[in-house]
């Protein structure tokens, strides 16, 4: 499946983004869908995950609370609503696809191309 990343762009704290990725294939209501971001000079860390059916999620300590991740398979698309955004949220963010929901990102097979986050005090 190929993924492409979208939505990211400059907010100031306090903002909200939402960020989208479409999924090419007929297949990806089969995928547990995630987002990792990796801030400059930083490791990639998980920030929230998916199911195949939407049924379940999972999210990072740092974003409980103030992100949502969602699915629509019928448009082949995943989304991260991100509120109340904090200059620590400053990151590229990717989505990523694997057959179940995980927040290792080795555990992903598929990787869209990120985009650029950038969250202004």
């Known amino acids: 499946v190929q993924l492409q990343a979208s939505g990211g762009g400059l907010v100031q704290a306090g903002g909200s983004l939402r960020l989208s990725c479409a999924a090419s294939?007929?297949?990806?209501?089969?995928?547990?869908m995630g987002w990792f971001r990796q801030a400059p000079g930083k490791e990639r860390e998980f920030v929230a995950a998916?199911?195949?059916?939407?049924?379940?999620?999972y999210y990072a300590d740092s974003v409980k609370g103030r992100f949502t991740i969602s699915r629509d398979n019928a448009k082949n698309t995943v989304y991260l609503q991100m509120n109340s955004l904090k200059p620590e949220d400053t990151a590229v963010y990717y989505c990523?696809?694997?057959?179940?929901?995980?927040?290792?990102?080795?555990?992903?097979?598929?990787w869209g191309q990120g985009t650029l986050v950038t969250v202004s005090s």
């Open positions: 990523a696809a694997d057959s179940v929901m995980s927040d290792f990102d080795i555990e992903y097979d598929y």
């Open positions: 294939g007929r297949t990806f209501s089969s995928y547990a």
């Open positions: 998916i199911s195949w059916s939407g049924g379940s999620t």
